[in-house]
């Protein structure tokens, strides 16, 4: 039997989230991420994708010290992310600028420890590189990491150059909650089948940021700001899902290949998305969102997923549109590593099979002249 695109098909098993489609469910490690959001913070989560239960408080300490004092990135990183070019996306840099830190990781071994230690490392600066490249590529300068600030509030420090409020600190650390894991989605699935060839975790890293780099992936959300700004208008709003559809066009942020009931993190983000274009003065946005979630159901039965609100949230924090799949990959991070050391403690080579459709076989060379 042939499953294109792996659909329906169980490739490990996981003890880190599963993605209930029909339910519309997500769960990190036993936890409904509705029992989840709004009670615990992006560093509580990471603790909890790397060891399967919430830390007490002077375990949540002792990670967010790490995670902290890891902030620091190499000269050279630094130097390239000063070098790059300035109209790059700013996935191809971070994936180059991960994939560098490897090149600067001296630490040997492969015990989960030194893994451990790798991953954190990779957590604790993927947010620091994104707010860098962000910050060189308008010719600001690099302010000094600081260890004052959680992930989500130092991130929003290195963006700005500027301590964000407690309340965009907030949002932002739960949309990182919300995004942080998925099962087995294309870029932990390519994290994990790379890692499990025994490969180091900066190469797994580096290709799950490729995979979350497209457009059918971590890439829908900026569309969803560009199909907003396109439509433009309320009133607009019916006659462009018609021209979608009759172009067989895809509307971003609708669909999902599990989920076929909401996405269970859409709410979270309608709720955040309401709040904010409200005091931005700013409603429409939402409101034309939810007429065209409200079409596409009707016509298609399709569901809002993650992408469709949290692309209004960070517009409303202000966020330049191409660090929504960054911002992604900086909460996927947690995903990532923690199925990597998922994968290395149990390890089993993925390679499945393919039905060759090519020409039966038999052809004989002939010398290149008579081609
Ligand atoms: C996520 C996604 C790739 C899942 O796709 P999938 O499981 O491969 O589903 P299919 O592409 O087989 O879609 C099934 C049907 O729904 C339609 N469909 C799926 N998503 C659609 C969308 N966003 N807009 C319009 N139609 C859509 C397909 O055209 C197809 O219609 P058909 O049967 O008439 O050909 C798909 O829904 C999509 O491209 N969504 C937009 C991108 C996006 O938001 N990605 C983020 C995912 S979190």
Redesign the pocket.
Same mark, same amino acid.
């Given at each position: 039997m042939i499953s294109r695109?792996l659909?329906g098909i169980v490739a490990n098993t996981t003890r880190l989230s599963d993605v209930l489609g029909e339910k519309g469910q997500l769960i990190y490690a036993g936890y409904d991420i509705n029992e989840l959001a709004g009670k615990v913070s992006f560093e509580e989560t990471i603790f909890l994708l790397w060891n399967e239960r919430l830390p007490d408080r002077a375990e949540l300490d002792h990670l967010s010290a790490e995670l902290r004092a890891h902030r620091e990135l190499p000269a050279q990183v630094v130097e390239f992310l000063k070098a790059a070019p300035g109209a790059a996306n700013p996935m191809d840099v971070i994936r180059t600028a991960v994939s560098m830190l490897g090149l600067y990781d001296d630490s040997k071994g492969d015990s989960r420890e030194a893994n451990y230690a790798r991953c954190l490392s990779l957590t604790a600066k993927i947010g620091v590189l994104t707010g860098y490249y962000h910050r060189a590529r308008q010719g600001k300068d690099l302010p000094p990491v600081r260890t004052d600030l959680g992930e989500a509030a130092h991130f929003l420090y290195l963006l700005n150059g500027e301590e964000p409020t407690k309340e965009a600190a907030d949002t932002l650390d739960l949309a990182y909650v919300l995004h942080a894991d998925h099962g087995m989605n294309a870029s932990t699935f390519t994290a994990r089948v790379v890692v499990a060839t025994l490969t180091d975790v900066y190469s797994a890293v580096t290709a799950a940021l490729g995979a979350l780099k497209g457009? #059918? *992936?971590?890439g829908? *959300?900026e569309? =969803?700001i560009v199909m907003l700004k396109e439509i433009g208008d309320e009133d607009k709003v019916d006659a462009w899902v018609d021209a979608? /559809?009759a172009q !067989? !066009? !895809?509307? +971003?942020? +609708?669909? *999902?290949?599990v989920y076929k009931t909401l996405?269970p993190r859409a709410p979270h983000l309608r709720d955040m998305a309401v709040k904010l274009t409200a005091q931005l003065g700013e409603p429409k946005w939402v409101r034309m969102s939810e007429r065209i979630a409200e079409l =596409?159901k009707q016509k !298609?039965n #399709?569901n809002a997923? =993650?992408? /469709?609100y949290s692309a209004t949230v960070y517009y409303s924090l202000g966020l330049p549109t191409d660090l929504f799949t960054p911002i992604f990959a900086i909460a996927r991070t947690a995903g990532w590593t923690a199925h990597i050391l998922e994968q290395l403690a149990d390890n089993r080579l993925y390679r499945p099979l393919s039905e060759y459709t090519g020409m039966p076989v038999g052809l004989t060379v002939k010398p290149i002249d008579e081609r």
């Open positions: 695109g659909e457009p #059918l *992936h971590g829908a *959300h569309g =969803v979608q /559809f !067989k !066009k !895809k509307i +971003m942020g +609708m669909g *999902h290949r996405d =596409v !298609k #399709l997923n =993650v992408d /469709f």
